[in-house]
C-alpha cells in the first residue's frame, strides 16, 4: 500500500495502490539498464506540460495522462513496444500504465520514483 501522503487523498492512494498491484513497476535506478537494453523501447513522461516544460529526461516523449489513452495508439501502434512511464513520483504513471495494459499494452512499466528520481540519474533538459 502507498504510504500516506499528505497530498493525496485516501481515495486516490487506493486506486494508485490497485493500480500498482496489477502493472510492472520498477525503480528508477533500473531505467537506464532497461533502456540500453530494449532500445525499441519509448520512455514516455506522463506529467502535465508545464512539469514537462520545466524539465524532463532527454529523449523523454511526452504524453500526459490526461491524453494518453486517447493517443497512444497513433503514436505507439505495436502493442508489444516496451513503454516506459513516469511521472512526478510514479502514482500518475502508475494509473496510465493500468490504463494502457487495459488497452492490450503488453509491456508497459512504472517507474517507481519518477522524475523525483530520474533527474538525478538520468540526462535532462532544459
Do not use: N
Not at 525499441?40 to 504524453?63: C, K, N, P, T, Y
Not at 522524475?115 to 538520468?122: E, G, I, S, V, Y
Amino acid at each position: 500500500m502507498a504510504a500516506a501522503h499528505p497530498q493525496h487523498s485516501p481515495g486516490f492512494l487506493a486506486l494508485v495502490d490497485a493500480a500498482r498491484r496489477e502493472v510492472r513497476e520498477i525503480p528508477a535506478a533500473d531505467v537506464r539498464g532497461e533502456l540500453e537494453a530494449r532500445p525499441q523501447a519509448a520512455l514516455i513522461d506522463v506529467r502535465e506540460q508545464s512539469e514537462f516544460a520545466a524539465g524532463h529526461v532527454i529523449g523523454a516523449e511526452h504524453l500526459s495522462k490526461g491524453v494518453i489513452e486517447r493517443d497512444i495508439e497513433a503514436r505507439h501502434p505495436d502493442k508489444r513496444q516496451p513503454l516506459y512511464l513516469y511521472c512526478g513520483g510514479g502514482f500518475r504513471s502508475a494509473l496510465a500504465a493500468h490504463a494502457l495494459k487495459q488497452m492490450g499494452y503488453l509491456q508497459v512499466t512504472s517507474i517507481d520514483g519518477g522524475w523525483r528520481a530520474l533527474k538525478d540519474l538520468l540526462p535532462t533538459e532544459p
